[in-house]
Structures are given as structure tokens and as C-alpha cells.
């Protein structure tokens, strides 16, 4: 994207179809229809280019790419060096001073090019607008891996204090993708480190997940590596571990006495589940495995659920 010379459209543009003519492609791919109607995006009032120094810009803080590829930053100088910034930057005016939008590989570039200036377009945007051009432009250039995904749709979902539909409808994203890359998350930094690495893919992680031992959790991973398995295999292998597992917690006993009914929780403990159903409208067991010990289990039977059950823990915290 870097590289192109367009004006930018006068005609306001939902974020899910309209970040093209926005970010300035000349030629943009017939539009896909998104899930639901994305946001209104404020696009230039003016074709006028402002020149702005490299030192005086901000970077944007609701960025999402954490790591840059050094090799295609290196080439960019080289290109920046013959032939200067050819596609304006996307800029706002803050307290501060400028705040960039969008095009930062172009401001690194440049600035490792001994650029004094650049030119960029000033545009009026909040931070919410901001935040959602960010996800939806490195959405719509690939440059996100899932991990930097994931920590963008949490970190939205945090500040702006919004359900997952509603991320959905903002930038254009299924409901069930953003909360599968929410999952990610979960998983230990080992693994996180090893998926950006792409050692392994989205599809083996999400594998991962139903193992609630971090240790297995990592073995898993390591073994999937070794033995380099597909994701199906590793969700074979999976359900083979938890198999085991059930088999080795099985003792057989020549007259199994009679099976005894689960202890029924005290008064106390029956009063305390029946209000967190009432808070979740979920099925919610509190089990006792010790004096100061326990689980609280959540059931939920879809990923639609899940999400409910997440919104409704959040805004009782």
C-alpha cells in the first residue's frame, strides 16, 4: 500500500468496505459485504497536502502490529530514498500536536531515510474511530498475526467497554472469528511465542485449548512441532490424552460398593450458586474439593453462550 498517490473520496465510507478509497488504493477489489453496517468514516474535506515533521508526529497508540518485518522496512528506506513518501499520511491534530492514523511503516521509513518532513492529510476522528481504522486496515493488508489480533479486539473491548457482536458490527468480522481469536489469549506464552513464530497455526492452538494444564498445554505444542502434526491430528491427539486420563482415574474393585448420591451444597453454598445462575441465567455448580478449596463451573452450549455469559460476567464486574 505503501507507494500510491491518490486523493482521498469526499463521501463518507463504512470502515468495513470504505477503508480503500480512506487509506488511498486507486484501484480497490469490488467491496464484501460485511456481517452488519460498520461506522461512519469522516474522510478528507480536502485534497490540499500538509507537510509535517517527522519528529512532530506521534505514533498511533491504538496500533496493533507489535513487530515489524525489518527486511521489507529496509526496503521501503531504499524506495523512500529515490523516490520520496508518494502516498500521503494519515494524521489527526490532538492537544499534542499531530497523532498518526494510518501509514507507519512510511514514517519509520522515512525517518530512517533522514527525512525532515512528510506530507500527510489531517483528519478529524475520535479515538473509537481511530482504534477500529487500525484493526481494519492491518485486517484488510494481513499484517496482523493472530496473537497481535487477539490483544487488539481485547484491548478495543476493554477501553470502549463493548460486547464482542459489537466489535463485530464495527469492523466487519464475524461474531464467532473475533471470539475463537479472543481464545487465544488464554494460552501460555510459550505457545503465543511459537504461533507468531508460526511453528504452529491458529487451528493447532485452538486444539489446545480444551487441555486445562499449562504444562500439558505446552507439551502438546512441543510434540505437534516434533512430529509436525496437522491440526486434526493434534485434536486427535487431544482426545486421546483426556481418554487416558478418564481411564487412569478409573479403579476396578472386585465388588464396587454402591454408588453414593454427590453431597447436596449447605444452605450457604446452595444460596450462593442459585445468585450466580441468576447473574450468568446460566447452569452454575460451586463444588467443594477441600476446606478452603473449590470450583465454580459455568455450563454453556454454544458460542453464542459464551459470549452472553462473558458480557454478563464483565458488566457485573
Sequence with gaps: MDGQQQDLSGVKRRLGRGLNS???HSNPEPPVESPA???VVPAAESSELVHVSVDEIERNPYQPRREFDLDAINELVDSVSQHGVLQPLLVRLTADGYQL???????????NAGLRTVPCRVLEMDDQTVFEVAIVENDQRQDLNDIERA????EYLDKFHCTVEDLSRKVGKGRSSISNC???????????????DKKISAGHCRALLPLEDESQQIAMCQRIQSESLSVRQAEQAVRELHQDEEQAETVPFEKPPAA????RPNQHLASLQQ?????????????LTGKDRGKIIIHFGSNDEFERILGQLKKAA
Design 182 to 196: 479472543l481464545r487465544l489469549l488464554e494460552l501460555p506464552e510459550f505457545i503465543k511465542r511459537a504461533l507468531i
Design 275 to 287: 445468585q450466580l445462575r441468576d447473574t450468568v441465567s446460566a447452569k452454575v455448580d460451586i463444588r
Design 37 to 39: 453496517s460498520a461506522p
Design 22 to 24: 480512506l487509506l488511498g
Design 101 to 111: 492514523i494510518s501509514g507507519e511503516r512510511r514514517l519509520i521509513a522515512s525517518q
Design 260 to 263: 453414593k448420591a454427590a453431597p
Design 151 to 154: 490483544q487488539a479486539y481485547q
